[in-house]
């Protein structure tokens, strides 16, 4: 995926869910939420350990079905392994992007997804692509 892509992506979403979200704030997931917000994205965390509670302000959610809006993004802070089952749940709730953090690599994942008309982005972070290219909001 091109620079012009990714921007393209992070220009056109607004709601994105966090999959992996974290309350511990020294993890990259809590960063990257935190982040986003500050950027004014609609971010939604998703936790099952967490569901009920809030993150920055954020009602936490079990999974990607029991978010009641419509989610443009799920960012996923998961292992690989992690990724397909998670891309099937984004296509079922009818998500735009499908965005795999650094080091979450699923070929499987990323091809079941585009099949459905997702755009993927795979091993990248928008939080490091927004600061490296000073993406203007």
Same mark, same amino acid.
Request: include cysteine; proline fraction near 4%; aromatic fraction near 6%.
């Given at each position: +995926?091109?620079?012009?892509?990714? $921007? ?12 992996? @979200? ?18 004014? $994205? ?7 350990? +967490? ?7 954020? /009602?936490? $959610? ?16 998961? /292992? ?8 099937? &749940? @984004?296509? &079922? ?7 795999? /953090? ?19 982005? +795979? ?15």
């Amino acid at each position: +995926m091109v620079d012009s892509d990714i $921007y393209d992506i992070l220009r056109s979403v607004k709601t994105i869910a966090l999959v992996g @979200a974290s309350s511990k704030d020294d993890r990259p997931s809590y960063k990257v939420m935190k982040f986003l917000l500050e950027q004014g $994205y609609d971010v939604i965390p998703v936790n099952p350990s +967490m569901s009920g509670q809030t993150l920055l302000g954020q /009602q936490c $959610y079990t999974s990607l079905k029991d978010i009641p809006v419509s989610i443009d993004m799920v960012d996923v802070f998961r /292992q690989s392994s992690a990724a397909l089952e998670i891309a099937k &749940e @984004a296509i &079922e709730i009818d998500a735009k992007v499908l965005w795999l /953090q650094i080091d979450v690599i699923n070929e499987d994942a990323k091809e079941l997804a585009e099949k459905a008309g997702l755009r993927v982005v +795979m091993d990248r972070c928008p939080k490091k692509e927004i600061e490296a290219h000073g993406l203007p909001w």
